[in-house]
């Protein structure tokens, strides 16, 4: 668990704090309906209206700048003020109750005492992602509505009442602090599953790709080139294989050996389309798989590409000049994957004792009568 999963659940629990805050201020009047209905015949209607009117004044600018905090996307470090001034403002909307409501009716007093601890109580649900706004929010409504009992009422039912909302705010805030780690520590697990589950799908997709890859050249290797093939249905491929390459290793050593076979296989990408797939079958040998194209085209592709590996040299420094010689072969109905490799290879060996640098097609060879058969 790093510090970053750390502050990345925080920041969670804010903005889902503030999403809940935003629910919950929605329903709020309903909570002020239940209060008035109480207060009707019992209260005079002058308190219940300025209660009314105060609650509702501080509730609409709340929700306002809450809503305009949401639509920003709430953010810890931006909004952390702003919302605990809001929470504040809930907190001073109920305590209010106490000024103007209580001590008319004992009965209706213990009943709105009661919808104070209600409120406390819904309020552990909404800020349980972020505490230390409900401390702020319950600490306004208990020092507000203490104030009113002791300051309006004052009677001795006013200290029980005062001691038995301390007492339940006290103990719901103990509890709603124990419950918030248990669901931040949630929100931690969580993101830390998903970074973890993104980081090994990314390893696994890194995995794929090297297993597939030749390291050498970047391009395809033979499983892939396989796997390729599987999905192909009617297509040609030509079978590239460098000429005289061991002079080339002879001459300059195998590491400039590597750097030509890199430039090949550059250059070879130069004259594909985009659905061509192009894998280093083995050595200085390159197969080129051409989707839904005839031999009479593919011959066209493997001799563009034969004269563009000829005219210009593979490499500057040292300058290396090769030539390629290619062997087209295009997949015939019922014919295997083996036999069709089997028939660009006879074509290229056509091509190299024809004196390399030639482009040959299986038709020229004897071998597609024999595989054809297969
Ligand atoms: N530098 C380097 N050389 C390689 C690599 N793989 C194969 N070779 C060399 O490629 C050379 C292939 O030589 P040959 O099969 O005799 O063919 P060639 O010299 O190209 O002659 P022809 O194909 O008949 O024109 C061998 O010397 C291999 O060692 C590689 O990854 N890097």
Request: proline share 2%; with cysteine.
């Amino acid at each position: 668990m790093t510090d970053s999963d750390v502050s990345i659940a925080r920041a969670t629990g804010f903005s889902e704090c503030a999403i809940a805050l935003r629910r919950a201020l929605t329903t709020t009047p309903a909570g002020w309906l239940l209060a008035v209905w109480f207060c009707w015949d019992r209260v005079p209607s002058t308190a219940i209206f300025l209660w009314l009117g105060t609650a509702a004044a501080l509730w609409g600018g709340s929700l306002l700048v809450l809503q305009q905090m949401i639509a920003r996307g709430p953010k810890l470090e931006l909004h952390r003020k702003r919302f605990h001034w809001i929470a504040g403002l809930d907190g001073l909307a109920w305590g209010l109750l106490t000024w103007f409501l209580i001590g008319h009716d004992p009965v209706l007093d213990a009943v709105l005492m009661a919808l104070l601890c209600g409120v406390t109580s819904i309020n552990a649900q909404v800020y349980g992602t972020y505490v230390s706004a409900y401390f702020g929010q319950i600490g306004v409504l208990w020092g507000v509505s203490v104030l009113g009992l002791m300051l309006v009422t004052g009677s001795q039912s006013a200290i029980d009442y005062a001691a038995g909302l301390s007492l339940f705010i006290a103990l719901t805030a103990y509890y709603t602090r124990a419950i918030s780690r248990r669901l931040l520590e949630g929100i931690r697990l969580l993101h830390a599953n998903a970074s973890l589950a993104s980081q090994l799908r990314s390893a696994l997709q890194k995995v794929e790709l090297d297993a597939a890859t030749d390291a050498l050249t970047g391009q395809w290797n033979r499983r892939a080139l396989d796997d390729f093939l599987k999905h192909q249905k009617t297509f040609s491929i030509l079978m590239l294989d460098i000429d005289f390459f061991k002079r080339i290793n002879d001459e300059f050593g195998h590491l400039v050996g590597d750097d030509v076979l890199r430039a090949f296989a550059q250059r070879l990408r130069e004259f594909l389309r985009s659905g061509d797939f192009c894998a280093r079958f083995g050595g200085e040998e390159f197969i080129v798989v051409l989707p839904e194209t005839t031999l009479a085209t593919a011959q066209e592709v493997a001799e563009r590409i034969r004269k563009g590996v000829a005219e210009l040299p593979l490499l500057h420094k040292p300058k290396v000049q090769a030539t390629v010689s290619i062997g087209v072969a295009t997949m015939a109905q019922g014919q295997s994957i083996n036999a069709l490799f089997a028939a660009a290879d006879a074509a290229v060996y056509l091509a190299k004792n024809a004196g390399r640098n030639q482009v040959r097609s299986h038709v020229e060879t004897v071998l597609p009568l024999q595989v054809s058969a297969v």
